[in-house]
T-cell receptor
């Protein structure tokens, strides 16, 4: 257990439905990242926050995806009008940025999304 | 998109043997990291090597980095059945020296048999 938690762990939904995932990072970590991983591939970056500011978004993050970190603590990732191609493992990670040293990213267990 | 490729894609060895995995990447980097992932689980950070380092050790792990060839290798010595997992390299190529998004390779599936 890295200290990063994600909820739910599994989500099955029908195409066209909206889903929301939550990530709780390690409490003193100011950076939070979302990645997506499909079967047999490495994780792909979606977006990341420093505190509540969203610093970068991948082109993978279409307008159906939105991520927030309203108080600089937990984050949510929402997918609207889900498509079968959204089926994947959604991974959250957090790190402490600053202080001159390195920023290992600690990953949560992931949320596995299946879109029927 | 994936930053790099790992080689081999799959590796099967006997317990006690050494396992070597290679990673190639495409752009200049701040640092390179190796992660392990057990089936269907999250990623566990193994080791980080900065762009100005050439070799690093942690327990049974040894990582090398050759920035001129844009490649890295991970050696696991005296492997154990519990080392069975997928191993990914990930590069941080951001401008601010670290803490940026990671770009992962395609992974090596390691199986250690008793």
């Amino acid at each position: 257990d890295t200290g990063v938690s994600q909820d739910p762990r599994h989500k099955i939904t029908k195409r066209g439905q909206n889903v929301t995932f939550r990530c709780d990072p390690i409490s003193e970590h100011n950076r939070l990242y979302w990645y997506r991983q499909t079967l047999g591939q490495g994780p792909e970056f979606l977006t990341y926050f420093q505190n509540e500011a969203q610093l970068e978004k991948s082109r993978l993050l279409s307008d159906r995806f939105s991520a927030e970190r309203p108080k600089g603590s937990f984050s949510t990732l929402e997918i609207q009008r889900t498509e079968q191609g959204d089926s994947a493992m959604y991974l959250c990670a957090s790190s402490h940025f600053g202080g001159g040293d390195y920023n290992e990213q600690f990953f949560g267990p992931g949320t596995r999304l299946t879109v029927l | 998109s994936q930053q790099g490729e790992e080689d081999p894609q799959a590796l099967s060895i006997q317990e006690g043997e050494n396992a070597t995995m290679n990673c190639s990447y495409k752009t200049s980097i701040n640092n390179l990291q190796w992660y392990r992932q057990n089936s269907g689980r999250g990623l566990v950070h193994l080791i980080l090597i900065r762009s100005n380092e050439r070799e690093k050790h942690s327990g049974r792990l040894r990582v090398t980095l050759d920035t001129s060839k844009k490649s890295s290798s991970l050696l696991i010595t005296a492997s154990r059945a519990a080392d069975t997992a997928s191993y990914f390299c990930a590069t941080d190529a951001g401008l601010t020296g670290g803490g940026n998004k990671l770009t992962f390779g395609t992974g090596t599936q390691l199986k250690v048999e008793l």
